[in-house]
């Protein structure tokens, strides 16, 4: 008789925990929701827009005349002046090529995706106008994962036409990533609605040769002109089309970034996700400084330890610093090599060469999931570094779509690139 009353409890709280988590989880993907916050008929716009059956099931394919991207600086900007920092954000609704011959409809803060790169130091206080306006079709907010305030009052979504004040005094160092929360933050976060936001300890950090702001981050691509897909992006097996660096597909190594030979480079990466974690790891070298999450990997321990790659989960961020002791190139790349061929590569460019390839024959591909199964053995060894992206002379914008014109995209629920 025990042992039947054990079991039923047994049973019995394991469905109560089920339930529990199914709810959670629920909560989670959809974004929270909290009371009266958003008025019924912006809740009603809300539902309409972000339907994710639009388009659902077929194919988009690469759009020769989409407009070429625009080159996003990854230098990373001085630190903010003062101690009170008046800044005012402006949330835009805007079409953006977020890989060659693939145009989003996507959500920003500051008209940028990522938004504005911020940098204060502990014991700033920062104070945002964030505006909404009039001419954008969807409610927005903000978090700053820098900041101590109440979720439900300078968290809350804002209707096009309105705007508030979200003050914050920076208590804590470390590299934060401000995104919008309005429900479902899933999609809003994946539509392009992210930032970072550096906060330097109170004495400021080390100065250092070069710096430079690296935002890890996914699209999982709708249909041209059009919002992200987020029945795919909610996917339980995310599979993003793209994996990306500053939200444009290969652009850094299309435009390597040029640093000299033995100078200090450091590098703030955060990884906004909203799914997929990261392994940030450069080619050919070997961080000698890491600051992961406030825990500090210096230069000189005892021991003369490095680091190889640094891990982020979604919404964490990092402070590496590196040196390059030849001339030639460096990849930059996430270590999930999967997505390294889904656009998640740059180049680091150290001194004037290049590397052994010819200039008058030299390409740069980034091969869809299908060709990567069975790479050119004449682009070896680099095929092997960077996961189906032979490294070699950057062409242009356009002269790349001609490789990539006939992949194809699929956006049925659940799926990720045609093949995989």
Known sequence: MQRAFWYTGLVGGGTVLFVSLVLVGSLLINGLKFGDETPTGAAATTSASHDA???????????????????????????????????ELVMTERAMTVATGFEQLVWTFGDEVPGPVMRVKVGDVIRITLKNPETNAMPHSIDFHSSMVAWNDEMRSINPGEDLIYEFEAKYAGVYMYHCGTSPALMHIANGMIG?????????????????????????????????DLAKASAGAPSPDFVVWNSVANQYADHPIEVPV???????????????????????????????????????????????????????GAIVEMRF??????????????????????????????????????THRCWSA???????????????????????????????????SRRRVAISRGMGMNGT
């Open 196 to 228: 970072i936001i550096i906060v330097e300890p109170a004495d400021g950090l080390p100065p250092v040769d070069h710096e430079f702001a690296l935002v890890q981050s996914e699209w999982y691509i709708g249909q041209q002109g059009q919002t992200i």
């Open 262 to 316: 033995g100078e200090t480079v450091r590098v703030f990466v955060l990884n906004a996700g909203p799914s997929i974690d990261s392994s940030f790891h450069v080619v050919g070298t070997i961080f000698h400084s890491v600051i992961k999450e406030g825990i500090h990997l210096a230069e000189g321990n005892e021991g003369n330890w490095g680091s190889q790659a640094v891990d982020l989960s979604p919404a964490q």
């Open 325 to 362: 002791d030849e001339a030639g190139l460096y990849p930059i790349v996430t270590h999930a090599f999967k997505f390294v061929g889904r656009g998640a590569l740059g180049l680091f460019q150290a001194g004037s060469s290049r590397g052994t390839a010819s200039p008058a024959t030299s």
């Open 370 to 404: 299908t060709s990567m199964a069975s790479p050119s053995a004449s682009a070896a060894p680099h095929m092997d570094l960077v996961g189906g992206a032979e490294v070699r002379e950057p062409p242009t914008p356009r002269t790349r779509l001609k490789a990539v």
């Open 53 to 87: 059956g639009t388009g659902s099931g077929a194919l988009v394919e690469a759009n020769p005349e989409a407009p070429e991207y625009v080159l996003r600086d990854p230098a990373a900007p001085a630190r903010a002046e003062g101690e009170v920092h008046e800044i």
